[in-house]
C-alpha cells in the first residue's frame, strides 16, 4: 500500500481562568491522563498529542492556525472540561480548516456521591461547558463530528478511531491526482462529471494523457525486468493454462508485466495516484492492462474503468481511509454485472471486464488469458479469484450537473453457490440491505451507477460523514430503508441543495 503519512490528532481541552490554578492544574493532569490513555489502548489508528489547555481567545486562534500549517496534523479533537465561554473559539474556529471532533466526554465515569462539592461540579462540567462551545460550533454552521461518552469506553475509542480514518479521507482527497489514459466511453453517461468542480469540493486533480505516450513508458521497460516480474507472477499465483500453449501464455502473462512496471513508473514521475484507462482507446498498448491494474490496485493505486474518474478516485481515497488496518478484508472498484433472482438466494454478481482488486480476493489467486469479448487486441492475462464474504458499503459518487450526490449501500457478501468455471473474471456476489429489490430499486432511484467503489473495510456513518465534510449530499441505502421513506429524502435534499 502506498502509505499515508505520519499523521496525527490533536488533543484540545477548552477551559477558563475564572476557577483557579488548582482547577487549571486539574484540568491539564486529566486532559493528560485521557490522551495518554487512548494512545495507550491500541485501538487508534493514529497518535494523538496533547496540547496545553486552551483559555484565551490568543491561544485559541493560535492554536487551531498552528494545526492548520502543521503537515502531520489530520485534525482537532476539542473538549470542555470546564466551561469555556464559546465567544474565545470564535476566531479560532473561524480560521480553521481541518476535521474536528467534538470528544463529549467527562473525566470521572461516576457522580462522587459521597464527596462531590461545589468545587468538583465546577471543574466536570462537560455536561455544562460542551453545550456552550457545540452551540458556537453549530451557530458558525462548522461541519463537526461528535461523540458522546466516557474516554475510556471501548465504543467511544472506537467511534475515535472510525472518524480518523474519515478525517484521513478528507485531508488526503485534495492530494488525489487522476490520471485519465484517454477519455470516457463514447455516449456513457454515468461516468460523466464535472472536472472543474471536482476540484473545487474535493481537490481533485483529473488531467488527460494520450495513451501512446503511458504506452511509450511501458516499451522503454527492458526484458530483464519484465521477466523478473512475471517470474514474481509465477511464483505467487497460480498458473491455469486451459489448453492453451505455456510459452505462449507466458508471453501474454509477460504483456501485463511490462504494463505494471511501465504504468507504475509513469504514475510515480508524473505524481498520480490514480488511473482511468478505456478498454476502446489502446493505442501501441498489445492487451487491455488487466493483471497490471489489479497489481497496481493491490498496491494502493485508484482505477476507474471506461474513463470513470469519479470511481478512481473514490477508490484512492478509500484505500488511503483503511490504509494500515489491521485485519482489513480489502477495497476494489467494482462493477453490477448479473442477477440471482431465485427466491431466497437474490444477489447481484459484481464483477468487470478484468480489474478487480485482488485485496478482496478469499482463497487462490489464478492467472488465466482469455480473449475479451470487446476491443481488439490480444487475450488479456487477469487475475482471476473469488470475493470474500461479510458486510460491505458500495459506493456509487455522481454528478447531478447541479451537485455531486454519494450513494452508500450497505451489503452481505456471500459465496456463489456453485463455482463458475467458464467466467475468466475475479468475482463478488452481494445482496444489498434491506433486500435485492428494495435495495436496487433505491440504488436506481437515486441515480447510482454500474461502477461502484467498494470496501469491507469502511463503513456508511464514514462515507457520509467524509460527505459531509466535502459539503456534498449523501443518502444511504440500509436495512432500515423503504421506498417511500427514500423517495421522499431524495426530494427533501433537492430541496436542501
Ligand atoms: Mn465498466
Same mark, same amino acid.
Given at each position: 500500500?502506498?502509505?499515508?503519512?505520519?499523521?496525527?490528532?490533536?488533543?484540545?481541552?477548552?477551559?477558563?481562568?475564572?476557577?483557579?490554578?488548582?482547577?487549571?492544574?486539574?484540568?491539564?493532569?486529566?486532559?493528560?491522563?485521557?490522551?495518554?490513555?487512548?494512545?495507550?489502548?491500541?485501538?487508534?489508528?493514529?497518535?494523538?498529542?496533547?496540547?496545553?489547555?486552551?483559555?484565551?481567545?490568543?491561544?485559541?486562534?493560535?492554536?487551531?492556525?498552528?494545526?492548520?500549517?502543521?503537515?502531520?496534523?489530520?485534525?482537532?479533537?476539542?473538549?470542555?472540561?470546564?466551561?469555556?465561554?464559546?465567544?474565545?473559539?470564535?476566531?479560532?474556529?473561524?480560521?480553521?480548516?481541518?476535521?474536528?471532533?467534538?470528544?463529549?466526554?467527562?473525566?470521572?465515569?461516576?457522580?462522587?456521591?459521597?464527596?462531590?462539592?461545589?468545587?468538583?461540579?465546577?471543574?466536570?462540567?462537560?455536561?455544562?461547558?460542551?453545550?456552550?462551545?457545540?452551540?458556537?460550533?453549530?451557530?458558525?454552521?462548522?461541519?463537526?463530528?461528535?461523540?458522546?461518552?466516557?474516554?475510556?469506553?471501548?465504543?467511544?475509542?472506537?467511534?475515535?478511531?472510525?472518524?480518523?480514518?474519515?478525517?484521513?479521507?478528507?485531508?488526503?482527497?485534495?492530494?488525489?491526482?487522476?490520471?485519465?489514459?484517454?477519455?470516457?466511453?463514447?455516449?456513457?453517461?454515468?461516468?460523466?462529471?464535472?472536472? @472543474?468542480? &471536482? /476540484?473545487?469540493?474535493? *481537490?481533485? %486533480?483529473?488531467?488527460?494523457?494520450?495513451? =501512446?505516450?503511458? !504506452?511509450?513508458?511501458?516499451?522503454?521497460?527492458?526484458?530483464?525486468?519484465?521477466?523478473?516480474?512475471?517470474?514474481?507472477?509465477?511464483?505467487?499465483?497460480?498458473?491455469?493454462?486451459?489448453?492453451?500453449?505455456?510459452?505462449?501464455?507466458?508471453?501474454?502473462?509477460? @504483456?501485463? &508485466? /511490462?504494463?505494471?512496471? *511501465?504504468? %507504475?513508473?509513469?504514475?510515480?514521475?508524473? =505524481?498520480?495516484? !490514480?488511473?482511468?484507462?478505456?478498454?476502446?482507446?489502446?493505442?501501441?498498448?498489445?492487451?487491455?492492462?488487466?493483471?497490471?491494474?489489479?497489481?497496481?490496485?493491490?498496491?494502493?493505486?485508484?482505477?476507474?474503468?471506461?474513463?470513470?474518474?469519479?470511481?478512481?478516485?473514490?477508490?484512492?481515497?478509500?484505500?488511503?481511509?483503511?490504509?494500515?488496518?489491521?485485519?482489513?478484508?480489502?477495497?476494489?472498484?467494482?462493477?453490477?454485472?448479473?442477477?440471482?433472482?431465485?427466491?431466497?438466494?437474490?444477489?447481484?454478481?459484481?464483477?468487470?471486464?478484468?480489474?478487480?482488486?485482488?485485496?478482496?480476493?478469499?482463497?487462490?489467486?489464478?492467472?488465466?488469458?482469455?480473449?475479451?469479448?470487446?476491443?481488439?487486441?490480444?487475450?488479456?492475462?487477469?487475475?482471476?479469484?473469488?470475493?470474500?464474504?461479510?458486510?460491505?458499503?458500495?459506493?456509487?459518487?455522481?454528478?447531478?450537473?447541479?451537485?455531486?450526490?454519494?450513494?452508500?449501500?450497505?451489503?452481505?457478501?456471500?459465496?456463489?453457490?456453485?463455482?463458475?468455471?467458464?467466467?475468466?473474471?475475479?468475482?463478488?456476489?452481494?445482496?444489498?440491505?434491506?433486500?435485492?429489490?428494495?435495495?436496487?430499486?433505491?440504488?436506481?432511484?437515486?441515480?447510482?451507477?454500474?461502477?461502484?467503489?467498494?470496501?469491507?473495510?469502511?463503513?456508511?456513518?464514514?462515507?457520509?460523514?467524509?460527505?459531509?465534510?466535502?459539503?456534498?449530499?449523501?443518502?444511504?441505502?440500509?436495512?432500515?430503508?423503504?421506498?417511500?421513506?427514500?423517495?421522499?429524502?431524495?426530494?427533501?435534499?433537492?430541496?436542501?441543495?
Amino acid at each position: 500500500m502506498k502509505a499515508v503519512k505520519n499523521y496525527k490528532f490533536w488533543f484540545c481541552t477548552g477551559s477558563q481562568d475564572l476557577y483557579g490554578d488548582e482547577c487549571l492544574k486539574n484540568v491539564a493532569r486529566h486532559s493528560r491522563i485521557i490522551v495518554e490513555e487512548l494512545n495507550k489502548s491500541g485501538v487508534l489508528p493514529f497518535e494523538v498529542v496533547w496540547k496545553p489547555t486552551l483559555i484565551t481567545n490568543e491561544l485559541i486562534r493560535r492554536t487551531f492556525n498552528e494545526a492548520n500549517t502543521d503537515e502531520e496534523c489530520a485534525g482537532v479533537i476539542t473538549w470542555m472540561h470546564t466551561f469555556s465561554p464559546a465567544k474565545s473559539w470564535i476566531l479560532g474556529l473561524q480560521e480553521y480548516r481541518k476535521p474536528l471532533l467534538h470528544l463529549h466526554t467527562q473525566f470521572n465515569e461516576e457522580i462522587p456521591y459521597d464527596t462531590i462539592d461545589m468545587d468538583f461540579m465546577n471543574e466536570n462540567q462537560a455536561a455544562h461547558g460542551d453545550r456552550e462551545y457545540g452551540h458556537i460550533v453549530s451557530r458558525m454552521g462548522i461541519e463537526r463530528k461528535v461523540v458522546m461518552g466516557h474516554w475510556s469506553d471501548r465504543k467511544v475509542q472506537e467511534r475515535i478511531a472510525s472518524w480518523m480514518r474519515t478525517a484521513i479521507g478528507v485531508i488526503e482527497s485534495s492530494h488525489v491526482r487522476v490520471m485519465r489514459v484517454a477519455d470516457n466511453m463514447r455516449n456513457v453517461a454515468v461516468t460523466e462529471g464535472d472536472k @472543474v468542480e &471536482a /476540484q473545487l469540493k474535493f *481537490g481533485w %486533480e483529473v488531467d488527460t494523457y494520450p495513451v =501512446n505516450e503511458i !504506452a511509450e513508458a511501458v516499451a522503454a521497460v527492458s526484458e530483464s525486468d519484465t521477466n523478473a516480474l512475471a517470474d514474481e507472477y509465477y511464483d505467487k499465483y497460480e498458473i491455469l493454462l486451459e489448453g492453451r500453449d505455456p510459452v505462449e501464455f507466458r508471453r501474454h502473462v509477460a @504483456v501485463q &508485466a /511490462q504494463i505494471e512496471i *511501465g504504468f %507504475e513508473r509513469f504514475l510515480e514521475e508524473k =505524481n498520480y495516484q !490514480a488511473i482511468v484507462t478505456h478498454f476502446g482507446d489502446l493505442g501501441a498498448l498489445k492487451q487491455l492492462p488487466g493483471l497490471a491494474i489489479q497489481r497496481l490496485e493491490e498496491k494502493g493505486y485508484g482505477f476507474g474503468a471506461e474513463g470513470d474518474w469519479k470511481v478512481a478516485a473514490m477508490v484512492r481515497i478509500m484505500k488511503l481511509m483503511t490504509a494500515g488496518m489491521r485485519d482489513a478484508k480489502g477495497t476494489s472498484m467494482l462493477e453490477d454485472y448479473t442477477y440471482n433472482l431465485v427466491k431466497g438466494k437474490e444477489g447481484i454478481l459484481q464483477a468487470h471486464m478484468l480489474e478487480i482488486c485482488p485485496s478482496i480476493a478469499e482463497g487462490p489467486i489464478s492467472i488465466k488469458c482469455q480473449p475479451l469479448s470487446m476491443g481488439d487486441r490480444e487475450d488479456p492475462a487477469r487475475l482471476v479469484f473469488t470475493a470474500k464474504e461479510g458486510p460491505g458499503i458500495a459506493t456509487s459518487l455522481i454528478d447531478l450537473g447541479t451537485r455531486f450526490r454519494l450513494i452508500i449501500n450497505e451489503v452481505d457478501c456471500k459465496k456463489v453457490e456453485k463455482p463458475m468455471p467458464k467466467l475468466p473474471v475475479a468475482t463478488n456476489f452481494w445482496e444489498p440491505r434491506p433486500n435485492l429489490y428494495t435495495g436496487a430499486e433505491a440504488w436506481i432511484l437515486a441515480g447510482g451507477a454500474h461502477h461502484t467503489a467498494f470496501s469491507y473495510d469502511l463503513t456508511s456513518e464514514q462515507m457520509v460523514d467524509w460527505a459531509d465534510a466535502m459539503g456534498i449530499e449523501s443518502v444511504v441505502i440500509d436495512a432500515d430503508t423503504t421506498i417511500r421513506n427514500f423517495k421522499n429524502e431524495l426530494k427533501w435534499n433537492a430541496a436542501v441543495y
